[in-house]
């Protein structure tokens, strides 16, 4: 004897696995399990009004089309961060770094990775290039160059 379960209790079970996969695996942060699983709901909701699974397949797709601008700017919202800029990482935001030469690019080592440096305008002596050995502190990070500040002999004794 075969079981027959209704294709909106398949949708259901579908959509709830692929939202909570999202929050268990991805931490919420993924976006695209989460509109999967969100389009799988609405797929769920045309089963529900009577629609054969052409119908549903095509509800689930106009759903994906018409949520994927809302979940990413939900994600991005979520994220903290404006879109497109890296901003201040806390954990090495305001730290004091010698500025080294690899290559033929000066820059800092970060938690173990190199990252170019720019020296911010509004520092002291913004003419003057950045050299091998100097002491600088990080503002932020724009992309993968961090963007710093010289530091003086009063910075350091400050802390």
Request: aromatic share 8%; charged share 20%.
């Amino acid at each position: 004897m075969s079981e027959h379960f209704d294709p909106w209790v398949v949708w259901l079970v579908a959509g709830l696995a692929l939202i909570l996969a999202d929050l268990f695996l991805a931490g919420g942060t993924s976006g695209v399990l989460l509109l999967l699983g969100l389009m799988a709901l609405a797929g769920m909701a045309a089963a529900l009004l009577g629609l054969e699974l052409t119908g549903q397949l095509a509800v689930a797709g106009v759903a994906g089309l018409l949520l994927f601008p809302v979940v990413l700017w939900f994600m991005r919202r979520m994220s903290g961060r404006r879109s497109g800029a890296a901003g201040q990482d806390t954990r090495v935001s305001g730290e004091i770094y010698a500025v080294q030469q690899w290559g033929d690019r000066l820059g800092i080592h970060v938690l173990g990775d190199f990252f170019p440096t720019r020296l911010e305008p509004s520092s002291a002596e913004p003419d003057r290039p950045l050299a091998p050995g100097e002491r600088v502190r990080v503002v932020r990070f724009r992309g993968i160059t961090a963007e710093v500040v010289r530091v003086t002999d009063t910075d350091e004794g400050a802390e």
